[in-house]
Structures are given as C-alpha cells and as structure tokens.
C-alpha cells in the first residue's frame, strides 16, 4: 500500500473550513497555508472530561501502530455521530530518518498534510532547538565573560540538543583551541524530543507559566554547591521569545477530514511521552469527546500520563484503550523480526503474558480499559482465535480494529465499546504512587507495581543525587523512568512478563523547570544513533518536488 500516494491524492479540505465546523474563531487560529493552523492558547479551564487514553503493550522495533488505530478510532467515532477531537505529538526527525519513520499514522487512517508533518511542520522542533542552543550559549558565555554567578563549569547539568540521531554527539568537549574559544569542558548533546524545554512547553498552561518554567530549569551549580537557575542568570526572556509561536498548537485533520492537534513531542522512554496540555485542552474544549495517545508501552507512556501529565491536565483519562498485534505478541517470544509474519499459535499464547500484565496494570488504577488489536494481513484466523480466547478467559474487553485498510469503517467496533466505557459511571483514579512519597517509594512503587521487579538497586551516582535532591527539598516531584520499551526491565533483551529482576537505577537528575525528576535505568541513551539502514535512505525528492518514501 503506497501511504504517501493515498495520503498526496486525498482531498483535504482548506483549514479554515476545518476550523468552522470545530467552532473556532477567526482571531483565534493564525493559517499555515492551506491546511494548517496555528491556534490560540485556550484561556480558560476545560470543563470536558471525556478523554480516551491510547496506549500498548511492549512492541517490536517497527511499533504497533498506535497513532495508527488512535486517528482511526477517531474517524470511526466521527462517522458514527460523536464528535472527537484528536491529540497527537508532532514526528521527530529522529525516528523520521532513523528506525520507525513517520508518526503520521499509516493506510487509510493518517492525518495530513502527511509530508509537511513528519518533516518541519510549523517549526516547533527548529524553535526549540534553537532556544534551547541559545540558553547553552548564554550559559558558556556568562562563564568565559568573567563567570559573575561563579557557576561551576564541571557541574553544568543543562545540556545541547539536536533532532536527529546522531551517536557522536553523546559525549563532546567544548571550548577547545584557544582561550578565545571559550572554557573547555564536557558536554553532550541530547535528541529534542528528551530536552527539558520539550517538557516544559509540553507541560506549559499559557505563556506566563512558560516563562516560570523556563526560569526554574537547573543549569548547574557554583564552585559553593549552590544550585544555579536560568532565572537568576537572566536569561528567560530570549529563551521565552523563541517559543512564543511554538507554543500555539497547531491543527490539521484526518483523511476523512476531522479535526487532529498536532503538538509536542517528548518520547516516553526518555522523556514523558505525551502532546502537550494545551492540545488535549483544545480537543476536549472544541470535542464531546479527546483522545490522545501515550508513547510505547503503558509500561513508559501510559505510567507518566497518569502519574505525571494527567495531574498537570487535572483530567484522568475515561478510557484506556491498549494497542496489541498478533506480530507483538510472537516477538515477545521470539525477540525477533525474521519470522514473526508467519503463523505460530503456540507464541501467540505464550505472548500473551506480556498483554496480560499491560492489562492488569491499568485496571488496578480503576480506569476502564479495552484491547484493540491492530490487525496485519499476515495475521491468521487462528492466531485470532488463540488471543481472543485468552482475552475471554480473564473477562477483558476487546475489538480487532482494521483502520489501516479500511479507515473509518474498521474502527466502528471499537468506537462502540469505547463510547460505552466513556459513558459508564468512572471509580475513583488510584495512581501508582502519591506525590508525598518519598522518592525511593516512588521509584520502586513503579518499579514492583508496573515492572514487577523484584527489588531496586542504585549506583554510586543515583544515591549521591537522591541525597542531593533531598537537601535541596526536590524530592517531592514526580519521577519520569527512563527505560528500554522493550522490555518491562531494564534490559532490552528480556522480553515477555519477567519475574525475579533487578531494576538498575544508574543516574537521577532533577528537571525543575518541567517539574520533575528523570531517573535513569540500565544503558538508556537519551541522544539514540542511526540503524544499519536508516529510512533517510528511502526519502528522496523528485523532478517535481515532491517527497517520496515513507514520510
């Protein structure tokens, strides 16, 4: 299936048109051409809660097609009368060129414009890198102008950034040649996606808290040990600036031309994974109904949205609907591509351990939950059979969802489910840990409840940093894990529902400024590298100017 040919030849209609129908007015969206716009900061509280969550299990390399099934499940919905209104996170140009390609779903259930969204879009991205650059060389320039905060070069945790997968950039050393070069000392560049500013415009509820945000990041501290922020440097205001637009969400639509905010996009291993705040906010102003969608498993994404981002949205999602596949469900026996696309109805059962668990997890915090699998047309009837049974057994909800062939009309059994549990009375949210915790108990809350590890082990540094959060009264933030999405443990290669593992807590690092700490595991890299054949290599331009490949 040519998804960039379906997504070129759709009729889309012009944004305004788009935004009518929405009940946007004219002052309030800025166009970017003919289907895109810019929309104006929602100025007060949303009343709606009737949000569905869009999460999976642990999938293989090539994902399972969350965006996919969330934008279908949206036209389905549509198509059946209850107005939706779509959040999603804005493509990185990481994943774009490196593994998995675009994030503009894929078949018949895609937003557009397809292209212009998975490469620069508004410029988000480029605006963020660029404030993001500046604020680090402000930082070094205070130092080589006489460092006046007496700011310790060696202790800078504030770092550069980058949108693109580039392994050399992990560990650099700046300043070097002459003195006019500045002080030298080592830095590192990590992907966009994982930056704090992404967190912070993310989590921003309008420009002013933007700008606290900003001034409350955590640059490093002076040659005393006294922490160091951009406010007391003095540089909000520039930082602040480059994001005025870039905090407007931006909207586009569907293929069946329904409404999608597209904004933000923090990854959920390394950073919290979910559009920001302000989009949900909209779909849920301008929708009877939201759904938005939380990166890789609900091990990463789902966790952080209820414990993090649903507290700084102050609305818990009605619904969890959880991606699965049957190919899924095969690599989690497997740990491999080669031969997951032929029938094995014995893997599929013993895969199914891993879905069980993804399962049992949400329902523990109360929230309505329901499987939609994704289906692929190696898929057997068999292998259905094998997994609807299980499903079955444990009494779980499910619907096989057929958007990326069918659009809209392969999503409807799943649209009815969902808007049953929506409409169901909810339980009270219990999340997996309380923010009064301390922040041992809230790592290993996460790490025992949602992991299932057996204990928690902390390095040299990580114990040095907890005490250092301690003194400096950090320590009731909520936690954001770094960690693998293939696996519940920290180690990639342990697949399946593991029991009896240690999660290793390398490093803790405080990010004031998105009003959380990041708690690394295992050998998580926060600047990823390129695969042995990068899809870069599949994009191309032609004589006419348009792109091709899988963007």
């Not at 997994?387 to 057994?393: A, G, N, P, S, V």
């Not at 949210?429 to 992991?451: G, H, S």
């Not at 009731?476 to 529902?497: E, H, R, W, Y």
């Not at 390398?506 to 042995?532: H, N, Q, S, W």
């Amino acid at each position: 299936m040519d998804e960039l040919k379906i997504a070129r030849e759709a009729k889309k209609e012009p944004i305004e048109k788009i935004c009518t129908e929405l009940g946007i007015e004219r002052e309030d969206y800025e166009p970017y051409g003919n289907y895109i716009a810019k929309v104006k900061i929602p100025s007060q509280s949303v009343k709606n809660d009737k949000l569905i969550l869009v999460t999976a299990m642990n999938s293989t390399p090539a994902g399972e097609g969350k965006t996919t099934l969330s934008i279908g499940l949206a036209d389905a919905m549509n198509s059946l009368g209850y107005k939706t209104v779509l959040a999603l996170r804005e493509p990185s140009m990481g994943p774009v060129m490196g593994r998995k390609g675009g994030a503009t779903g894929g078949g018949y259930s895609q937003i557009v414009p397809r292209a212009e969204i998975d490469l620069h879009f508004t410029g988000d991205f480029h605006a963020l890198q660029i404030a993001n650059n500046t604020l680090a060389a402000l930082i070094d320039n205070d130092i080589y102008q006489g460092n006046p905060h007496q700011l310790d070069p060696k202790s800078i945790i504030f770092t550069r950034i980058l949108d693109v997968n580039d392994r050399a950039l992990r560990e650099t050393i700046i300043g070097l040649g002459s003195k006019v070069n500045g002080v030298i000392r080592p830095d590192q560049f990590e992907i966009t996606a994982a930056s704090e500013l992404m967190a912070i415009l993310c989590l921003a509820k309008d420009y002013v808290d933007l700008k606290e945000r900003i001034g409350k990041i955590l640059v490093g501290y002076t040659y005393e040990g006294n922490p160091v922020t951009v406010k007391e440097l003095g540089f909000v205001g520039p930082v602040a600036a480059i994001l005025s637009s870039a905090i407007r969400p931006n909207l586009v639509q569907t293929l069946d031309h329904n409404p999608a905010f597209v904004h933000g996009g923090p990854f959920a291993n390394i950073a919290h994974g979910a559009n920001s705040i302000l989009a949900t906010k909209l779909a849920l102003k301008y929708g009877d109904y939201a759904i938005t969608e939380a990166g890789f498993g609900s091990d990463l994404g789902a966790e952080k949205f209820i414990d993090l981002v649903s507290r700084k949205l102050e609305v818990t999602p009605k619904v969890i609907v959880i991606v699965a596949s049957i190919r899924s469900l095969k690599f989690q026996v497997q740990g491999s591509m080669d031969q997951i696309l032929e029938e094995n109805i014995d893997d599929v059962k013993k895969g199914y351990a891993n879905l069980q668990q993804h399962i049992q997890n949400l329902t523990s915090t109360g929230i309505k939950v329901v499987v939609g699998i994704n289906k692929f047309y190696t898929d057997t009837d068999d292998e259905f059979k094998a997994l609807t049974e299980l499903l079955d057994q444990d009494q779980f909800k499910w619907a096989i969802c057929e958007t990326y062939e069918k659009g809209a009309a392969g999503g409807k059994d799943l649209a009815e489910i969902v808007h049953s549990l929506v409409e169901e009375k909810p339980e009270k949210v219990k999340r997996f840990y309380e923010l009064n915790d301390t922040l041992e108990e809230k790592i290993e809350k996460v790490a025992k409840k949602v992991y299932r590890s057996e204990q928690v082990e902390y390095s040299t540094a990580a114990k040095k940093a907890i005490k250092q959060l301690k003194d400096n009264h950090w320590d009731q933030l909520p936690i954001c894990i770094a960690k693998t999405p293939q696996s519940f443990s920290d180690d990639a290669n342990v697949l399946g529902a593991p029991r009896g593992f240690t999660l290793h807590i390398r490093d803790i690092k405080p990010k004031l400024g998105a009003g959380f700490i990041v708690v690394y595991t295992g050998k998580i890299l926060t600047m990823p590298g390129l695969p042995k054949e990068p899809e870069a290599l599949n994009i191309d331009l032609d004589q006419d100017g348009n792109i091709t490949g899988p963007v």
